[in-house]
């Protein structure tokens, strides 16, 4: 069993929209990912992204037009020299009450089973509460980044009492923090 690096995607890797990111025109890039995607491809580290994407079940992009845009980050990415070795993610919207969508871990779960993972070896990137309590939920080392939603959530983790995650300030930096401490 290998460990993994689980990174949201809306947020960590790409701008958060309000109204969803719904086609390629839509996604941007943050600044840095390309960088830190390259160190963390030169690790032993299978990077996964594990994403609620709730805009499938709200009827607001097809499940072809995500994989679409999944597909192209990838390949963008690749491009990059960077690397994703999987994308998985959550369709229902949140009063479907599924065991997939973070905060709960279906998805860390899942993959764990899928590419025979460590989960207590592994760390999740994410930009919002939810992310870090299925990580907590899975046994991963959960990263708070500040990008996205980041700086809000950071005050509502606080607020309601959490501990067992760190705070970076985007990809770059928990990239930084995974390669010394997740193998």
């Known amino acids: 069993m290998h460990a ?61 037009e995500l994989d679409t845009i999944n597909r192209t980050m990838v390949d963008r990415i690749h491009k990059e020299g960077g690397r994703i070795d999987a994308v998985l993610y959550c369709p229902h919207r949140p009063d479907e009450n599924c065991t997939c969508r973070k905060p709960r871990p279906g998805l860390l779960l899942q993959a764990a089973k899928r590419f025979d993972l460590n989960l207590a070896r592994s760390c999740l990137v994410g930009d919002a509460v939810s992310d870090v309590a299925a990580g907590l939920a899975a046994g991963c080392r959960p990263i708070l980044v500040l990008t996205g939603r980041g700086n809000e959530e950071l005050v509502r983790l606080r607020a309601d009492g959490y501990d067992g995650y760190r705070v970076a300030t985007d990809l770059k930096e928990a990239v930084d923090w995974i390669l010394d401490n997740c193998h």
């Open 4 to 64: 993994a690096v689980f990174l949201d995607r809306d947020g960590v890797i790409n701008e958060n929209r309000a109204d969803y990111v719904k086609s390629w025109e839509e996604f941007a890039f943050l600044p840095g990912v390309f960088d830190a995607l390259c160190r963390l491809a030169e690790s032993d580290l299978s990077i996964i992204v594990a994403s609620n994407q709730s805009a499938v079940g709200r009827g607001l992009v097809s499940r072809d």
